[in-house]
């Protein structure tokens, strides 16, 4: 029944390191997001995209960048990762705009927790 | 100012009580307001939406939009230990251009002791 799949729960890296983190939902979505969620700061939008090879900075796109080459992939790429990337990692999909309603209804895969060394 | 403001809590009810849950917001285009709650480890899920104001209720959960007071309300009749969780509070205005962008609160944590 798994709907927005992350694909790794924890992972742990070294600064500096390229770190990938997938994302695919199975739901025919148009929409796609990328959040961090961090104590006191809340969930901040990274990136999101509304199409296929499509990709809209959110509102702290800096040291991250993404690829989306199918409809049902989201992936976030840490070119190099640095200390203060440690963070919940949330994947969320949600229906196109065509459905007003619809669009607004984020599915969420369930969190990739990085910690970077 | 934050365009969302929500108590961070942490709540701590007894089982059964009438919990409250509030947000306020500034900007007055917002049309459209959702509450999501997330357990634990897990990522939120969609627990109310409403669009402009008025009540919707759904079980023991009945939302609240105040648009000329800009304040939005979650409440909980009969709480129960499984409504432990973090209530979040998100909005956006309508369809063009920055409005599509939701808008979160920071979340409040709620514990129900049984």
């Known amino acids: 029944d798994v709907k927005v799949t992350q694909s790794s729960r924890y992972l742990v890296k070294r600064t500096g390191e390229k770190v990938f983190l997938e994302c695919v939902q199975d739901?025919?979505?148009?929409?796609m997001f990328w959040y961090r969620q961090d104590p006191g700061l809340g969930l901040r939008l990274i990136y999101f995209?509304?199409?296929?090879?499509?990709?809209e900075k959110g509102d702290i796109p800096e040291g991250y960048s993404v690829s989306r080459e199918k409809k049902e992939r989201f992936s976030l790429i840490l070119e190099s990762a640095s200390t203060n990337q440690t963070s919940m990692y949330l994947c969320?999909?949600?229906?196109?705009?065509?459905?007003?309603?619809?669009?607004?209804?984020?599915?969420f895969g369930a969190g990739s927790r990085l910690t970077v060394l | 100012q934050k365009e969302v403001e929500q108590d961070p809590g942490p709540l701590s009810v007894p089982e059964g009580a009438i919990v409250s849950l509030n947000c306020t917001y500034s900007?007055?285009?917002?049309?459209?307001f959702m509450w999501y709650r997330q357990y634990s480890r897990k990522g939120p899920e969609l627990l109310m939406y409403?669009?402009s104001s008025g009540n919707k209720e759904d079980g023991r959960f009945t939302a609240q939009v105040d648009k000329s007071s800009k304040y939005i309300s979650l409440f909980i009749r009969d709480s129960q230990p499984s409504d432990s969780a973090t209530y979040l509070c998100?909005?956006?205005?309508?369809?063009?251009?920055?409005?599509?962008?939701?808008?979160w609160g920071l979340g409040t944590s709620l514990a129900v002791n049984p």
């Open positions: 995209s509304y199409d296929v090879k499509m990709k």
């Open positions: 998100a909005m956006r205005g309508d369809n063009a251009g920055n409005n599509r962008k939701l808008i």
């Open positions: 409403t669009y």
């Open positions: 900007n007055s285009a917002f049309q459209y």
């Open positions: 739901m025919d979505h148009e929409n």
């Open positions: 969320a999909s949600s229906p196109g705009q065509g459905s007003s309603v619809g669009a607004n209804v984020l599915t």
